[in-house]
């Protein structure tokens, strides 16, 4: 980066710092929920937990009774923010929720500078860049989705792809092309493929839409290629995980309701504020473009710069096809490759949008403070004037009564249109430094208000916070109990807590929540349990047996729990700590641990990827290991490696011969070592082009 980037990016941090106030110190009034607090946060700080012990994550015994966290690629455990955000986080005992909130929205001034950046290399003026750079960064996608870190991340790489893709078209040049390798894995690595798709197909797109389209689709696609070696160490226990699961078809039917894509033109048509119940507007997403990306749109389409707009109409055009999948089009050339079928998700691709919208705002707003002007020496003040009143109306309405909904909500649309179209008169005839700045306070506050602290991502009150001393809504001396027996799992039935933040305690249960679910796990929880969606169980913990085989000690469950009176009057299960929290804990009396054999069993070591176990029998027999059976697994006994047999469908076992023996269970990730080396030679490589392209 030269100087000007860092400069642009360390101011974007202190707008984007107030931009979210509310989210960070020493405010603190909400929260990012959902996703981000239940899924992507206990991930990282499993991740983290395992590295401060000096292990490298490769076995989750949390959840499903085991499985590869190796191949987890929603850990985003090679993105080197996620290690910034360890390095920053290492003197701490767990990964706190506000540290993945900051990281995740550091994205946001991220995606700013960078498409300023990407703007600015085009020719665009200034100011045009910057309101262009806001439409992309601040706009309703951007507040919409930060509660999945993975897009984010991806959506925040994109400006550097299409930088790319222009710099090698102007040179006529493969040399430009290694920001769209470096975009693309970094994408990558942030955790969703899919969104890493949406990067894919739009810089792809767009370099077809370009002036030199053949070679540079051509670069770019190879480009994109060599990003996957980089990320090898990722996709390959990835891929290989992938074929032991049924493949998820989430691309769904396409967006088919017209209403949806008003939220892009008004901003609280559909009202998204956080005292809104859940299930309002349900289908509906905020996608607001506030007044500089719908007039700049408008300019743009009017001014037939065709060179500069095709390739951002291009791009819009592209997404909104995937998007709404008109006539079935899209699903019927996907529905053949499960890969395709599973990766391609028809909303994700509003993400492909914004960026061409972006774009064309930019060019539009260009267009304009091109061309010469006259006006009343008056106009600026008259401008400032107006700007000020309206901001300072928004403000009211965001901390006080709130905003109207619904088509009242086209009077915002159009006020915020007219004042801000003004202004830009008045700017292009006086250009004016401070005029300047209001245009950009006037969208910033139009974005701040209908974007931040809404329903779809914000929550009241800061986000969870775990430690070994106490769990939220649980008895003390319940929780440290259940602490001691880490050769048994628990339950979580009816009102327990949430199975992701089993991760955060070293709790581990058959049940869990995850994509990487496995065929043969899932054939046997259809035996042994009820499924209540498509990735999560309920045990039953009145089956003694079923409750035995999993190695359960502890089911948590409420006072309106189906199995809470059963339970409190069962003789084989007794209540653990006082009844004074809201949170349940029954202690199973007759429960067994994970490891069963007929003789004894004394464990040495208990690390996720490595068990040792000093057993003794007078005629041997099997030993069973309830956890998950899975490639990469070995078992040795007395140092000498032992076939290991699928037990109970989806567990393990080994056969041990009479008398005194050690007992390993050994996981290494078996395409991990593979998928290093591949990674590291492309990073080699990536080194090489980097120095030719500057030289």
Not at 150 to 174: C, K, M, N, Q, T
Not at 233 to 244: K, S, Y
Not at 556 to 569: D, P, W
Request: aromatic share 14%.
């Amino acid at each position: 980066m030269t100087r000007t980037p860092i400069r642009i990016f360390l101011l974007a941090v202190v707008f984007s710092y107030v931009f979210f106030y509310e989210y960070l110190p020493p405010v603190r009034q909400v929260h990012i929920p959902y996703d981000l607090e239940g899924y992507h946060l206990p991930l990282a700080d499993y991740a983290f937990q395992q590295l401060k012990q000096g292990r490298w994550p490769q076995w989750d015994p949390s959840i499903y009774s085991g499985m590869s966290f190796a191949a987890n690629v929603q850990s985003a455990l090679y993105y080197p923010g996620t290690w910034l955000m360890f390095a920053a986080s290492w003197g701490r005992e767990r990964l706190s929720y506000q540290s993945l909130e900051d990281l995740n929205l550091l994205h946001v001034p991220l995606a700013f500078t960078l498409c300023f950046v990407w703007l600015r290399r085009k020719g665009l003026r200034g100011l045009a860049a910057v309101l262009g750079a806001m439409v992309y960064a601040c706009s309703g996608y951007m507040c919409l989705q930060l509660q999945h870190f993975g897009l984010i991340v991806a959506y925040a790489w994109i400006p550097l792809a299409l930088l790319g893709a222009d710099e090698a078209a102007e040179r006529i040049s493969w040399r430009p092309l290694w920001k769209v390798a470096v975009a693309s894995a970094l994408a990558f690595l942030g955790g969703y493929p899919p969104t890493w798709l949406v990067l894919a197909m739009v810089t792809g797109v767009y370099a077809l839409a370009g002036p030199v389209r053949w070679k540079t689709s051509a670069g770019v696609v190879v480009a994109l290629l060599f990003s996957l070696a980089l990320c090898a160490a990722q996709i390959l226990p990835t891929w290989e995980a992938t074929h032991f699961r049924e493949p998820e078809l989430r691309y769904g039917i396409g967006i088919k309701d017209p209403m949806f894509f008003l939220s892009y033109l008004v901003p609280n048509y559909f009202d998204f504020g956080l005292d809104v119940p859940v299930m309002t507007n349900v289908g509906k997403e905020y996608l607001y473009l506030g007044a500089p990306g719908i007039l700049g749109v408008l300019l743009a389409l009017w001014s037939r710069r065709w060179k500069l707009v095709v390739p951002g109409l291009a791009v819009v055009a592209a997404s909104l096809i995937v998007a709404i999948n008109p006539y079935a089009i899209v699903w019927d050339s996907i529905k053949f490759s499960p890969l395709l079928a599973d990766l391609v998700r028809s909303g994700y691709f509003l993400g492909g949008v914004t960026p061409g919208l972006a774009l064309l705002a930019a060019v539009g707003l260009h267009g304009f403070l091109e061309k010469p002007s006259r006006q009343s020496s008056r106009a600026p003040a008259t401008a400032l004037v107006a700007m000020t009143a309206w901001i300072g109306y928004d403000l009211f309405r965001w901390f006080g009564p709130g905003f109207a909904a619904g088509p009242a909500s086209l009077i915002d649309t159009a006020a915020a249109l007219g004042i801000f179209t003004a202004a830009l008169f008045a700017y292009r005839a006086d250009r004016r430094t401070w005029l300047g700045v209001a245009l950009l306070c006037f969208a910033a506050v139009e974005y701040k208000v209908f974007g931040t602290s809404k329903r779809v991502n914000a929550t009241p009150g800061q986000g969870k916070v775990f430690s070994s001393t106490e769990f939220g809504a649980m008895n003390q001396q319940a929780y440290l109990e259940t602490l001691r027996y880490p050769d048994y799992r628990v339950v979580l039935h009816d009102l327990g807590p949430m199975s992701s933040d089993l991760r955060h305690v070293g709790w581990k249960s058959p049940q869990g929540f995850d994509p990487f679910l496995s065929t043969q796990y899932r054939e046997l929880i259809t035996r042994d349990g009820v499924w209540t969606t498509d990735r999560e169980w309920l045990p039953d913990p009145l089956r003694l047996d079923v409750m035995q085989r999993f190695g359960v000690r502890f089911v948590f469950t409420g006072e309106a729990g189906a199995r809470y009176k059963q339970l409190a009057a069962h003789p084989r299960y007794r209540m653990v700590g006082a009844n004074d929290s809201y949170y349940k804990v029954f202690e199973y009396l007759d429960a067994k641990p994970i490891y069963g054999f007929a003789g004894e069993v004394q464990v040495q070591r208990r690390e996720p990827e490595h068990r040792v176990l000093r057993v003794a029998s007078e005629a041997g027999g099997l030993l069973t290991f309830a956890e998950q059976v899975y490639p990469g697994w070995t078992a040795l006994i007395d140092g000498t490696g032992a076939p290991i047999e699928k037990w109970e469908l989806a567990l393990q076992a080994v056969r041990v011969p009479a008398g005194a023996h050690t007992v390993e269970f050994v996981y290494q990730e078996r395409l991990l070592p593979m998928g290093f080396a591949v990674s590291l030679f492309a990073l080699l490589g990536l080194v090489f082009w980097i120095r030719a392209a500057k030289r």
